[in-house]
């Protein structure tokens, strides 16, 4: 009986108790939310802070970079401005760049092209105009065949024009032969070597007599558009090269115009012509070139004994014998202002046969001996009798190894 009195007697206290648990339930709740969401803001300003932190960072290092890859485009640009770092400085230049995951290398390669395609930079002073004489060496050995003579006097003519300081002229080369025989092929090549985008290069210019001069009664147009042409070409690229094809067919106005950029003029208008590049290519002189190669076959002499002296006075005398108005190149040879005349020998058999392997390896596909025989004898040998020389040298050897693909 007392103890249900005493629970009787302390159910208001536990009442009361059960009352303040469920009015305080809510209270807690909202406290616990409170609670979560400062410690979610607390989280977020740590993130946050940390990720301000990595910004800073990263901006500090791309600042650092900024400055030291300025300051060493300056230096390449301006040598007379440059200064000896302190080797303290360069090292924590070093570690900010490393701790950020930057490639010293890497970066320079990056920020020296995008500062290059604005202008002019690398050691050429142009970074369209790359200068690669081993490479044209290189390909100058591999790809051209039975052009011995071509080969040397190219070389050695374009080296020798792009290490001399400052040239009293233009170069002018005059390429001569036949179809076929490697003159396109060799100013592609040249133009490969000396530029980065090649034939496609700003500093290229390709013009073909009967496509881009065709009617003679127009020849005053094409004489200021041809200025115009140069000039600029000259004004935004100082190395320029400028390629003739078909150079037999130019009518006679627009070799006059030609003249004064080829000439040892300092300037003309305020412009220096004096390191341009001038190809001329031309079929006419063939028949010379070949009599002379068939001559040497005939003695039973070697073709690599065929020397540049074997060829000049007849190729020279052929040029400025010529009565034809249109062809004018002995204009350009009478006021000395081609500096090479540029013999490409008729291709033989076995020369074909290389162009004919060179076709297989450029489009990946397999080759035997047997399928090299097959293209050559497709071709059309002379003279005659002899059929020694292609009558189209190399030309569409590429298209004819269609035939044995599967």
């Known amino acids: 009986m007392a103890v249900v009195c005493r629970v009787v007697h302390s159910s208001p206290l536990l009442y009361f108790c059960l009352c303040v648990l469920l009015v305080g339930a809510p209270g807690h709740a909202r406290q616990d939310r409170l609670w979560e969401r400062r410690k979610a803001a607390q989280s977020s300003a740590r993130l946050g802070n940390e990720h301000y932190g990595r910004l800073q960072n990263h901006l500090g290092a791309a600042r650092a970079l900024s400055n030291r890859y300025w300051h060493f485009l300056a230096c390449r640009l301006w040598q007379e401005d440059c200064e000896e770092e302190e080797e303290e400085e360069e090292e924590g230049g070093k570690v900010i760049l490393e701790q950020q995951g930057w490639s010293l290398p890497i970066v320079s390669e990056i920020v020296s092209s995008w500062y290059c395609s604005f202008g002019r930079c690398c050691a050429t002073g142009d970074c369209r105009v790359i200068n690669n004489i081993t490479g044209l060496e290189l390909d100058l050995s591999r790809r051209l065949h039975g052009q011995h003579l071509a080969k040397d006097v190219v070389l ?16 002018a080369l005059s390429f001569h032969g036949w179809s076929g025989t490697g003159k396109n092929f060799v100013a592609q090549i040249i133009a490969k070597h000396l530029y980065r985008d090649g034939l496609k290069s ?13 009617h003679s009664k127009y020849v005053d147009i094409y004489k200021v558009q041809l200025a115009k042409q140069i000039s600029e070409a000259v004004q935004q690229c100082e190395q320029s090269l400028f390629i003739f094809d078909e150079a037999e067919k130019l009518h006679g106005g627009l070799l006059d115009i030609l003249k ?3 000439e040892h003029y300092d300037n003309i208008d305020m412009v220096d012509y004096r390191r341009s590049i001038f190809l001329f290519l031309s079929n006419t002189g063939g028949n010379i070139i070949n009599e002379v190669a068939l001559d040497f076959w005939r003695a039973g002499r070697a073709r690599e004994e065929i020397t540049m002296e074997s060829f000049d006075q007849y190729l020279r005398a052929e040029l400025l014998e010529s009565t034809d108005e249109v062809y004018a190149h002995n204009r350009l040879l009478e006021e000395n202002l081609l500096d090479f ?10 020369h074909v046969k290389l162009c004919a392997r060179d076709a297989f390896l450029a489009q990946g596909l397999q ?12 071709m059309v040998f002379v003279p005659k009798e002899e059929k020694l020389f292609s009558a189209q040298g190399c030309k569409s050897v590429f298209q004819r190894i269609n035939y044995f693909l599967p």
């Open 341 to 350: 005349l540029v013999p490409f020998l008729p291709l033989e058999y076995c």
């Open 156 to 171: 050695k003519a374009v080296q020798g024009f792009l290490e001399t300081p400052q040239p009293e002229k233009a170069l």
């Open 202 to 214: 700003d500093c290229v210019k390709v013009f073909i007599s009967l496509f881009h001069f065709p």
């Open 367 to 378: 080759f035997t001996e047997e399928a090299l025989d097959e293209v050559a004898k497709m």
């Open 260 to 262: 004064p950029y080829m």
